[in-house]
């Protein structure tokens, strides 16, 4: 089915809810949904090229355990995603990750027996710019990956006796409270929380 011509917006979501289940259906043949729940549009992309999207929530048998999911179209790439329990609003940081992951052929980086990189300093480091009394234990790396050569590093701990991820080495600095997420999926969505907080004069990109 051929994309709408005008990107996603109040006046054309169910040509959009259209093109969605098509491309559902081209990519599930046997186990596409029937149906799509009212959808949400995020106007505006940080992402340079991209634009309005549709983030529409469906229900699918493909899906194992929890049988939630979003499909996102408009301006993008269209994309689903298992739905994670994340809000709509975290369902767009998501995508734009992926999004941002994929344009930049960012890929996993295996560290090298000479990695000097001290993981547990790491944390601890960046949690004492929150908190200095913070407890810090539990350290390890859960995943890493290659900027154009920077490290980004994926490190799952327990802070204040709370499990969680915590973005560093050269990665924007950050935390990612949802340790019940694989840590690809953690940091993807932490890029796309950094790709929508960056300076934005126009205050576009506010709300999406």
Known sequence: MKQPEEPPNPGNLDEWRDFALAYLRAQWPNDAPAVLEAPTVFSHSPLEGEGAVAIFPFASPRAAGDSRMVVVVGETQPNYYPSYGLTIDDAFSLHLGTRFMLVMGIGQHEAAAADDYDAEDDARRIVSRVSNAAP???????AQFNVEGQIHSVLAARVAGREVYILGRDAPMGFVERADLP?????????????????????INANG
């Open 136 to 142: 810090v234990d539990a350290v390890r790396i859960a």
């Open 183 to 203: 840590a690809p999926v953690a940091y993807r969505l932490h890029l796309g929380r950094v790709l929508r907080a960056e300076p934005d004069p126009d205050g």
